[in-house]
């Protein structure tokens, strides 16, 4: 959460924004995901039930701004990178884990929301901030995401006495495919790529 | 939904994305805009109760993807339009169907989600992929389905014990004035554009 | 209502939108916020119970469009920005109140969704007709409203019995404060932009 909010507003303010608009966009990106996930779940969203979401959003945001020198130094920043892999892992995991616990859309529909738990407030964000979403760069981002929540729903399916064993698995497998991502900078492999170009 | 999501894949595809990007766009282009229907109308999204359209929508991305060069053949890419074309009369005629029945909002609402319904996946695509969305582009997609819905929302007020034959109807209209749309190239007449620029 | 519509359609015409896009976006920029807030409160959304909503967003949008010449006349264009300020505060308030009566996600709740209510329509229309968004622009538009809904909040915590009173003086403040904002050309202070362009 707290890293959602600060990688958010760094991503924001080489554009000028000023202080509203990145607490804004810092509340969108850590709670909008999870929004969208409550709604077409039909339940009520998860930030009515206990605000200290928005409040450290909120706090994240301030001290992000200001701190943004101290934040926006290589090493801190990186640091932000792998604490916001954490984030996006546990949030999929436990918003497949909700979903699936709901028996809502089994197998799809956990997947499909803890994707969007874990990236639609970044995507709401970008499209909002005017720039490029993740979906269009090569970054490895979403797709640990991904692979980590179908993991997740076909080892519960397996084993569903295992439930606890196997969530602590999935953030785990998420954040480290993440991680390896950021450490090696690993991008999308060339077979999954767009052959238009070539024609 | 089939060709929702291969003119999906294929609009995108030549920004360069990859295969993970590509079938999330082409999942939300062939259900983004009947999810945000449901959600407006506060029932269950269609896919939580038959999630064969996420299986279709997905592995239409699939195909859509690796058989890129033989979709993006310039016959076999006017043979989609015309599908996506019946597809798009199909999706808002059902939509204003479903409105209707649930006496929501008549006589604006059925039109209002039929229209969402039909082109509200598009418009998602655009924005997260970064293109003009089709409100600012001339070619005629969105007045057929609009002028579509109006005429069964006015005739099925008239005759409601003709549901089917109008339904029916309606479609084939609307799929008509699109392919002739695309046929001719039919452009928004110069009455119906914007004399800002004159100016 | 009206000034909302109008302004929406001054927004895009310049781009060069045709008729059925400007009435798109015109009733977008009316009624969406307000349809995000109800769809997250759970709530049906309000044109479902009141279609004049609608109607009104529709005939503003088709004044607007072929009044072009008119309204967009420097004088005529002011005023509008005033009555467009007055829908905002008002929209915002309104809210407000209404997520307050139900007693949801307090304080925070009435907060976040005034400001989505007054803004969203807005924020949704720049997003699809591909302009900047509010959020990095430096006019004052997001910034007083939000004072307005916290001071509402706060106000109507400590005096609940006052809540006419406290709704009309937060609408007059939100007004005042964005009207002084469109007369003076009042910009984001210094110390809360983003310090980021100075590195």
């Known amino acids: 959460m707290v890293a ?5 507003v760094l991503a924001v ?10 607490c804004v966009l810092g509340i969108i990106t850590a709670c909008g995901g999870g929004t969208v996930r409550d709604v077409i779940l039909g339940v ?7 605000q200290n979401y928005l ?4 706090i994240a945001s301030l001290v992000a701004f200001y701190g943004n020198r101290l934040v926006s130094r290589r090493d801190v920043y990186l640091l932000m990178l792998y604490i916001d ?11 497949a884990h909700k979903v699936l616990a709901l028996q809502f859309a089994v197998p799809f529909g956990p997947v499909v929301l803890g994707v969007i738990t874990a990236i639609g407030g970044g995507l709401i964000r970008d499209v909002l901030a005017g720039n490029t979403t993740l ?3 090569k970054e490895l981002y979403a797709i640990p995401v991904t692979i980590g929540c179908v993991l997740y729903v076909l ?9 606890n064993a196997i969530g602590v698995g999935c953030v785990l497998f998420t954040f480290a495919f993440r991680a390896a991502a950021i450490h090696w900078k690993l991008t999308v492999p060339a077979w999954m790529e ?3 170009k070539e024609t």
């Open 155 to 163: 080892l519960f399916g397996w084993f569903p006495d295992e439930g």
């Open 135 to 137: 979906l269009m760069q």
């Open 13 to 22: 303010t080489p554009k000028g924004i000023d202080l509203f608009g990145a």
């Open 4 to 8: 959602f909010a600060v990688t958010a």
């Open 194 to 196: 767009s052959r238009a």
């Open 55 to 58: 409040w450290v959003a909120l």
């Open 85 to 95: 892999g954490i984030g996006v892992s546990l949030f999929a995991i436990q918003a």
């Open 44 to 50: 009520p969203v998860f930030w009515s039930e206990d």
